[in-house]
């Protein structure tokens, strides 16, 4: 990500928290994570700010029940798919994505 990507970013982040002001919509910006993806080395921090707060950068985070990692794997979540149901579900899915079904 380049810096002109970066400025498009934050210019937006600032233009959603003038939106929220102006149709008096609550946001808690110190709920709120920035998560680079990308397996590349990358030595600078984000620092995106919503509503004149600071994001705090995380590494992964947990989206619908799903742990989302910034390097792009799925490690550390798998565990919490293979459950007895999490099985099953898998099979119904296998079952009915094969070709021709």
Do not use: C
């Amino acid at each position: 990500m380049n810096n002109e990507d970066m400025e498009k970013l934050q210019k937006r982040l600032d233009r959603l928290g003038e939106w929220a002001v102006e149709n008096a919509m609550k946001i808690n910006p110190s709920k709120s994570k920035a998560v680079r993806f990308t397996r590349a080395s990358v030595k600078d921090p984000l620092n995106y700010s919503l509503m004149d707060t600071l994001i705090t950068e995380a590494y992964s985070f947990k989206y619908l029940g799903i742990i989302l990692h910034s390097v792009l794997s799925w490690a550390g979540g798998s565990s919490q798919l293979h459950g007895e149901k999490g099985l099953e579900g898998t099979a119904f899915h296998n079952a009915n994505t094969q070709k021709g079904k």
